[in-house]
């Protein structure tokens, strides 16, 4: 089937062909046949790179320009929402029947928010928690959605974020029930359950633009899935590094996945040392470029030495504990081919798309604090092979499971590339994460009786898997929970928030993290400090990354929770109590004291290299961290206005300030300037500039005699500061 001879506008052919698209891939085609473009509800479950999107864009382009609707597009991740909107771009040559241009924006950020300014645009790309958040908001233009496009949504059955993407969907399709809903992934065994939910058609493909030969290695000689067998050279003492390594000779890039971000630095670090010898002189000196940027880019740490150091030979490591701006880089040079064996976590694959000649699992098994070892899902393994085979590039794909025995290699080859994914089933029962969208139903009015309520939760998936019964005991639990803490009041079976439950479903934050706030908010310690404040925000189950202890820092922190007793608003619990009732136990306590010992050490303006030594804490986790306390600290001020803390509301906005920049209090000011972060700051302070008036006083030279002040800088800061105040 040709683009051109589709039932849709012209203007939307052209611009489709003109970017190179003419006939359409055969789950395309199908998804066409079944009717998609007479605004069919579909669930499209098809392998990676098999085309998905466009057919999404199709649908979205369609009921745009013939009926002046909006749509949304949901996704997991920032990431991939930037990706798309990369991708959607091109489209906003497109002419409305109104006469103007298309318009497409990408939101992501804020979740205390309506972000009425969206309401102009005609395709919201969004992640699926903004969405959730400015459902709960009332967002006004949410009800002219008419077409609702959900990626990925395997993510359905993960037991931390399904439950937002399954209520967002439900609250949708309550909202616009004639919208069309199209939900798209490459692992998803039950696509006629999940349609039926939707109403729609469930297509299932197999079909990939590069073919995907899926094996098992052992005693040098991968066995593939086709009875076909190759035999690997033994170079080093690892197998994985010796498949790289042949793959690499026949010109094709590879990607390593491990199960830690240990084992990630360390096999980039073992392929740069035998790429050292391998690589030619004009590819080392773009490597060399790019390690340059590496250190030049954000703070200079211990990490991203280690990772310029591996780039300079053509490998590298990816992993969240990496500053975004070098795991962008990382993701681009290995793009544009210059990496050439990239060894990465897991998280890479639930990222943006980066498609390698063949894909090795180093490990099938994670380590997990409950289970201790647990092997993956064939879900998480198909994900992790799909991404073999980069289109244009490669003839096949090669995804490579390593085995230790023969044994292990004949049960790994039945038990991942053999089968399917486990089917998708419903988190929503799950009673950490049901609380919330109980709460934020009642809040946003899509229920206003218990009747309602159970009726609304009878229309998500859960309620299409298991009976309603299971559903309905937990939130039978969860309503009295939030009406003993006063976030909602139940009369004659009428269910209403209180300003509190409505600002608790608006603030995104767990109706337990509130009540933790709110109680902390009256029981203060002797001596309210930055350490009261950040113990505060740590001990809500809504902070993350948790840190865990390393070694003998256990006792350090607990002498650091002594030192600081009488600032502490949850006191140490004793091991011998904790043993026997549901209090925080002493493992808890401490991994929440290293949080605040890591953030309050942060606001002293210790230095990102400074904490990986003293804390072994990651930058990417540090960033996430701050981010989620200040998030937190945000919320807690909400919270302390609703309860009149008025003391508070002074507090808790420097704090904030500190937290997001790394600063001590005396730097606000200057951070407030654009290019101005915590190190320029510290420097201009330094130099005597201690305010903005100080700095409008001074001329250019002496602003560029500070240290890390360039010209160009110091021009751009004289500027700032005088459009804000010009000159009478
Ligand atoms: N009909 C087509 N002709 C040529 N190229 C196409 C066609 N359809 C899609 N593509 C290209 O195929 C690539 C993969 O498409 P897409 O991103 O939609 O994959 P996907 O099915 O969403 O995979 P994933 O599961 O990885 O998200 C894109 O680069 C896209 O431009
Ligand atoms: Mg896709």
């Known amino acids: 089937m040709k683009i051109n001879e589709l039932d849709i506008p012209e203007q939307i052919k052209r611009i489709i062909v003109q970017h190179g698209y003419n006939q359409l891939y055969p789950p395309q085609e199908e998804a066409i046949t079944a009717g998609v473009l007479n605004r069919k509800n579909l669930v499209l479950a098809s392998p990676t790179a098999s085309g998905k999107t466009l057919i999404a864009e199709l649908c979205i382009l369609k009921n745009i320009l013939e009926n002046d609707t909006k749509s949304i597009y949901l996704t997991p991740l920032r990431a991939l929402a930037n990706e798309k909107y990369e991708e959607f771009k091109k489209y906003r040559e497109l002419t409305k029947s109104n006469g103007d241009k298309l318009e497409i ?42 077409t609702i496009v959900a990626d990925e949504i395997h993510l359905l059955t993960d037991q931390g974020r399904g439950p937002t993407l399954e209520v967002t969907l439900t609250k949708l399709m309550k909202l616009n029930p004639n919208a069309q809903f199209l939900l798209l992934s490459a692992t998803v065994k039950n696509a006629d359950e999940i349609s039926k939910w939707i109403k729609g058609i469930p297509i299932t493909t197999d079909w990939r633009p590069v073919p995907l030969r899926e094996g098992v290695f052992y005693d040098g000689e991968i066995q593939f899935k086709d009875g076909s067998a190759r035999r690997i050279l033994t170079e080093t003492k690892k197998p994985v590094i010796d498949i790289a390594l042949d793959i690499l000779k026949q010109g094709g890039q590879v990607l390593i996945f491990t199960q830690t971000r240990r084992d990630a630095v360390s096999y980039g670090k073992n392929i740069s040392k035998v790429l050292s010898r391998k690589i030619s002189k004009s590819l080392e000196k773009d490597l060399k470029t790019i390690a340059d940027k590496i250190l030049t880019s954000g703070e200079r740490t211990g990490l991203s030495e280690i990772l310029a150091e591996q780039v300079k030979f053509g490998a590298a490591f990816h992993h969240a504990g990496l500053d975004a701006s070098h795991r962008r880089l990382i993701e681009e040079s290995f793009k544009d081919g210059k990496i050439k064996i990239l060894s990465a976590t897991p998280t890479l694959a639930a990222g943006v798309n980066l498609p390698a000649r063949a894909v090795l699992i180093s490990n099938f098994r994670r380590y997990d604090p409950e289970s201790w070892s647990e092997e993956i899902s064939v879900l998480e393994y198909k994900q992790l092979a799909g991404r073999a085979g980069r289109p244009q590039y490669d003839k096949a794909g090669e995804s490579i499971l390593i085995a230790k025995t023969s044994v292990e290699q004949e049960r790994l080859m039945e038990k991942y590339v053999c089968s399917e994914p486990e089917k998708i089933w419903s988190k929503l029962s799950i009673e950490n994460v049901l609380r919330p969208h109980v709460l934020s139903t009642i809040a946003t009015g899509f229920a206003y009786t218990e009747e309602d309520l159970y009726d609304f939760f009878s229309q998500t998936f859960h309620a299409q898997q298991h009976d309603l019964k299971m559903l309905k005991s937990k939130v039978g639990k969860i309503l009295r929970f939030l009406f003993n803490e006063e976030m909602i009041t139940m009369e004659s079976r009428k269910l209403l928030a209180t300003p509190f439950g409505h600002r608790v479903s608006e603030l995104y934050i767990d109706p337990v993290s509130a009540v ?50 009488n600032e502490l608003i949850f006191k140490q619990p004793d091991p011998w109590n904790s043993m026997y009732s549901y209090e925080q136990n002493l493992d808890d306590f401490i991994s929440e004291i290293k949080c605040v010992a890591v953030m309050n050490d942060w606001i002293q303006e210790i230095t990102e290299n400074d904490l990986l030594g003293k804390y072994k804490v990651e930058p990417g986790d540090l960033l996430r961290l701050t981010q989620t306390a200040e998030w937190l600290i945000f919320a807690s001020n909400q919270l302390a206005r609703l309860f009149q803390h008025k003391d508070l509301m002074i507090k808790f ?43 409008r006083k001074a001329n250019l030279q002496s602003l560029v005699s500070v240290p890390t002040i360039g010209s160009t800088l110091a021009k751009n800061i004289k500027k700032q500061i005088e459009d804000k105040n010009p000159a009478k």
């Open 105 to 146: 924006s990408v939101s992501t950020g804020d979740y205390d928010s309506t972000d009425e300014w969206l309401g102009k645009y005609d395709i919201i790309i969004s992640t699926n928690e903004k969405a959730d958040s400015l459902l709960r908001h009332k967002a006004p233009w949410m009800q002219q959605i008419d």
């Open 516 to 565: 933790i706030i709110r109680d902390g908010l009256y029981n203060r310690p002797d001596k309210l400090t930055e350490v009261s404040i950040l113990q505060l925000v740590s001990h809500t189950p809504d902070l993350s990354p948790k840190l865990y202890p390393r070694g003998k820092e256990s006792e350090q922190l607990i002498a650091y929770a002594s030192e600081h007793s």
């Open 653 to 695: 906005p420097i704090l904030r300030r500190r937290i997001q920049y790394g600063i001590k209090e005396e730097l606000i000011e200057l951070v407030g300037l654009q290019g101005i972060g915590r190190i320029r700051a510290r420097m201009l302070h330094n130099a005597g500039f201690h305010k903005i008036a100080d700095i």
